[in-house]
């Protein structure tokens, strides 16, 4: 039997071992124990099923593509009803997340423009951190540290709103990226009050809050949010600005809004990127109105290099670009302003990438600027192997830091091929929990292939015992089918 159908039997034994807890009142938190960015039996499924991604592939060492299981990271697994509660050793705890998150953004962030597939980029580092999410969620931490991975997920998709926007929508879904944008901002928001509660503040609270402010600019019910916030935030450089930005926006004054915008830094910019076509076009048809002639139709010149200046294109041929999208008559010296002539446009995505407002602002690679400031000192890497819960002659054994539960105290049967049958020996007895009720004392446990079954036809055969101090005789113990709560 190979290794992912051993590790396998070890956890339907052990979730047979477990209550399923349906009283929240009483429900302790998993604590996670997994090693790696990849729990084991993870790694072993995806590898036998071809389901892993080139990222998880050191094409320099292995020119075959292999998958390198050092550099596999777990994907998310959507949760679902009838789902079991995570094992131990299948959460990673938060140093193995922080060592997770450090691989993604400086192995696999930076290689944005390296890699040719943009779709699969994204997918893959999308996944790989909301899994990072859902081992904090099931693991219920709340505390600094937690707090600066969520910071470093959200960052990921503040980025990637703004180096993806002139994708198709095959390749990327911007609503999907800003959902999940807003579900990091809520986590925050959560997490911001729970630990303000103990007395303890997070550095970046006062960055954050002004994300929220400005991927919301046109809501009116945006700024009622400030009396939530603690004064120190809310009197903030970060959370200032973002005001400034809603009013002029809110205010039509696009002089102070572009002024405001080279002002905010590389993430606040990334944001503020999908407002700035739109109210270029809100801007051009303002001063149509105001200097084109009543009941005139020559058209009005207007000097491009004053226009590059007050709506901050990054040059003539930004400019230009502009115009011919939005249907602009325009010259190599002026843009021609018709009174009746209203600018705009008909249909597709009026997004593109600035590069002076935004990319310009951007002092290091992406990923160590997702990192965020406490962690600009990493520049590399260093790749750390893998456990294995197996020996060199493939046996089931303990993690020398008892990583892995104990629930499974010994298991000696070596790993057989594939078409034999599962016969794990010298066990140590198990004490059960109801519903499986024991008569006697039991010494020793055969276990057939009843472990890959459901829980409501599993059965334990114990064969007839002998010792010098009792002898029990055969009987059959049968599991009842659990019964929900």
């Given at each position: ?7 396998d039997?070890?956890d ?7 209550d ?6 009483k ?12 729990p084991e039996?993870?790694?072993y499924?995806?590898?036998?099923t ?27 697994r ?16 938060i140093?193995?997340l922080?060592?997770?998150m450090?691989y993604?953004?400086l ?49 990921f998709?503040?980025f990637?709103a ?11 879904d ?9 579900n ?9 009050y ?7 503040s ?22 009622s ?6 004064p ?6 970060d959370v200032?600005?973002?005001?400034k ?48 002639v ?7 010149a207007?000097?491009?290099a ?6 901050a ?11 011919d ?12 302003f018709r009174?009746n002539?209203i600018?705009g446009?008909?249909s597709g995505?009026?997004?593109t990438r600035?590069y ?8 290091t690679?992406?990923?160590q600027a ?6 600009a ?12 819960s197996f020996?060199?002659?493939?046996r ?6 008892n ?6 105290t ?12 599962l ?12 519903p499986?009720i024991f008569k ?8 057939n ?12 055969r114990f064969p ?7 002898s ?14």
């Amino acid at each position: 039997m190979d290794k992912k159908n051993v590790l396998d039997a070890r956890d339907k034994l052990l979730r047979l071992r477990q209550d399923r807890q349906t009283d929240l009142s009483k429900a302790v938190a998993v604590i996670g124990t997994c090693p790696d960015m990849c729990p084991e039996l993870e790694r072993y499924f995806r590898i036998e099923t071809n389901q892993f991604s080139p990222f998880e592939m050191d094409l320099i060492a292995d020119p075959d593509g292999k998958p390198d299981e050092s550099r596999m990271v777990k994907e998310y697994r959507r949760s679902g009803a009838d789902q079991e509660e995570p094992l131990a050793h299948e959460l990673r705890p938060i140093h193995v997340l922080e060592y997770t998150m450090n691989y993604l953004c400086l192995e696999i962030v930076n290689r944005y423009d390296i890699h040719g597939n943009m779709a699969e980029w994204f997918d893959f580092i999308w996944s790989r951190t909301r899994s990072i999410r859902k081992d904090i969620t099931q693991q219920h931490l709340i505390d600094i540290r937690s707090v600066t991975l969520i910071e470093q997920c959200a960052r990921f998709h503040i980025f990637c709103a703004y180096y993806l926007c002139e994708q198709e929508m095959k390749d990327f879904d911007p609503k999907i990226n800003e959902e999940n944008l807003n579900n990091c901002l809520q986590t925050l928001k959560d997490f911001y009050y729970d630990l303000s509660i103990r007395g303890i503040s997070c550095d970046n609270e006062p960055e954050f809050r002004a994300y929220d402010i400005l991927l919301n600019l046109g809501n009116g019910e945006t700024l009622s949010e400030l009396k939530h916030f603690q004064p120190s935030v809310k009197q903030s450089a970060d959370v200032q600005l973002a005001i400034k930005l809603y009013q002029s926006y809110d205010n039509r004054n696009y002089v102070k809004f572009f002024r405001f915008v080279r002002r905010a830094d590389f993430f606040k910019s990334c944001i503020l990127n999908r407002y700035l076509n739109g109210f270029r076009i809100k801007a051009l048809n303002i001063q149509r109105r105001t200097y084109s002639v009543p009941k005139s139709s020559i058209p009005i010149a207007y000097p491009v290099a004053n226009l590059i200046e007050i709506l901050a294109f990054d040059d003539v041929n930004d400019l230009t670009q502009f115009c011919d999208r939005v249907g602009l008559q325009h010259d190599e010296d002026n843009i021609y302003f018709r009174k009746n002539h209203i600018i705009g446009i008909d249909s597709g995505n009026l997004m593109t990438r600035s590069y002076n407002l935004v990319i310009a602002k951007l002092h290091t690679t992406p990923g160590q600027a997702i990192l965020g400031n406490n962690n600009a000192s990493i520049e590399t890497f260093q790749i750390q192997p893998v456990h294995s819960s197996f020996d060199m002659n493939n046996r089931l054994i303990y993690d020398k830091n008892n990583l892995i539960s104990s629930s499974v105290t010994t298991i000696q049967q070596p790993i057989q091929k594939a078409n034999e049958p599962l016969i794990i020996q010298n066990a140590t007895p198990v004490s059960l929990p109801t519903p499986f009720i024991f008569k006697n004392q039991i010494d020793k446990l055969a276990m057939n292939d009843n472990v890959f079954k459901t829980k409501d036809q599993v059965s334990f055969r114990f064969p007839q015992i002998q010792t010098s101090e009792h002898s029990i005789s055969p009987f059959q113990v049968t599991a009842t089918p659990l019964v929900k709560q």
